[in-house]
Each structure stands twice: as C-alpha cells, then as structure tokens.
C-alpha cells in the first residue's frame, strides 16, 4: 500500500465504485471486481486469466450480489439505462462488470486504453485482465477516449481529471454537488489518507514521480476548492459515504 511502509502487514479493502445521478443521465463510475473472473479465471476472456489464481483471486471476498449490474439494480436504476460509464483506469479491481453495460458510452483516457493492451511493467500486466476490457473492441460498446479533462455533461457538474501515475491513463473525478460542494473521487490516486498526506505511493506504481505530481495537483485542488477527496481503497473513507441507498446529494 506504501512503498517501504509496514512490511508484511496486510490491509483489508475495498473496491467501490460510483453512481451519479444527474438531470441528463445517470453516470457510473468504475465497476468493481469480475465475479465471473474470480469463479473461473482460467476460462476468462479470450485467453484466460489463470495467473489470477495466484496472483490475487484468493484475496478476494466476493459473492455474486456484489456485481456492479447487481449493485445498480438494487438502487432502483436499469444498468441498460446507465448514461456514461467513466473509467477511472482499468485495472482488474475496477473495470471487472465493464460487459454488463452495452448500452452505456464508456469514457477513458486515451494513454489508458493504449497501455491496457500492451503494459510494459510486468507487475502492471498481472493488474490488465482483456476479459475485462476487451469487449471494447466489439462494435457493441462505445468507447470515448479522452486526452486531458473532460467535463462530461458540458455543465461542469462532472469532470474527467487526469492523474497518471498509479497507470498511464488514470483519472479522479471531480463532482459538484448541491448541499456537498465540491468531490473529488480520488479512485487509486494513493491507497489511503496516510499514503495522500506524505505522498506514499506503492512499489508497483507505473510511474512514481508522475503519481507524486498527480498527488500533488489533488491536494491543491482540496484546497483551492474546499473539496472532499475520497480515495477508492481507503477503508474510513468509505466509512464517511451514506450507506446507499443514502447517497451525498
């Protein structure tokens, strides 16, 4: 979770993602962990995921409820009528339920997408399962590849910012809510409130000075904009979200 920090010590966390309701559309943010993967790694995707099982799957607790379609749902929103589903990047603990939304525009940083299919890193190729993102191939899903921020409703009320470094392509986004204010969804921009502060980022970073300036650029913004920044993993931050369906209006 930091580099050099608490060897040997685990950390329990989770892997959220995000539901927006807004006047033009509702927009998903991330999609959690593939249960499909996790059941049957070796037949996952085009060429299986194997290496899985013993890189990660018996790490990680998850039943069939906990899909994102599943999770939707459960709200009270039809995954057929998601708008737009942002990605923060596609590592496997964030674009697992990508093929359950056919029918929603998929926006992602353009050095994300690039990486994705071919990472260089060897620890970064086990974090890229094309199980997950390779439908984006298919003619079925659209695919919007940014470069820079991007606001997505054209209101200002939700907004792509990049932040490489975690991955090439990485984004928090910033929302404006009412009664809120300013939140800014962090995503893996540092794994917790400690790593944030002192700029701890873990060893298999794609790029730990481009994290550390990203790091940088989102405590200026909490600053100049009173804002609140969830990071994804960081347990007490989930902790401070309403338990859904309570959500921060």
């Known amino acids: 979770m930091m580099r050099n920090q608490k060897p040997g010590e ?120 094309e199980g997950d993102f390779g439908v984006f191939h298919s003619s079925e899903y659209s695919v919007t590849a940014i470069s820079g921020n991007y606001d997505v409703f054209g209101d200002g009320t939700i907004e792509c910012i990049p932040t490489p470094g975690h991955s090439p392509g990485h984004q928090a986004v910033r929302v404006e809510l009412e009664d809120a204010g300013t939140v800014i969804l962090g995503a893996d921009l540092a794994f917790t409130q400690e790593a944030y502060e002192t700029e701890l980022q873990p060893a298999f970073a794609w790029d730990t000075e481009a994290a550390i300036r990203s790091n940088r650029k989102i405590r200026n913004l909490e600053r100049t904009e009173d804002a609140a920044v969830y990071l994804a993993h960081d347990r007490d931050h989930f902790e401070e979200l309403p338990e859904p369906p309570e959500s921060l209006v």
């Open 10 to 129: 685990t950390y329990p966390s989770l892997t959220p993602f995000y539901v927006v309701d807004h006047p033009e559309g509702t927009v998903l943010i991330d999609t959690g962990t593939s249960y499909e993967m996790l059941q049957n790694p070796e037949e996952y995707g085009p060429y299986g995921a194997g290496y899985i099982s013993e890189f990660a799957a018996d790490e990680i607790e998850m039943n069939e409820d906990q899909k994102a379609a599943n999770q939707v749902t459960d709200l009270g929103y039809d995954p057929d009528e998601i708008e737009y589903v942002v990605m923060t990047h596609l590592h496997l603990d964030h674009a697992g339920d990508i093929r359950e939304f056919p029918d929603s525009e998929f926006i992602v940083q353009q050095d994300e997408l690039e990486y994705a299919w071919w990472p260089a890193d060897p620890i970064q190729q086990n974090l890229y399962v």
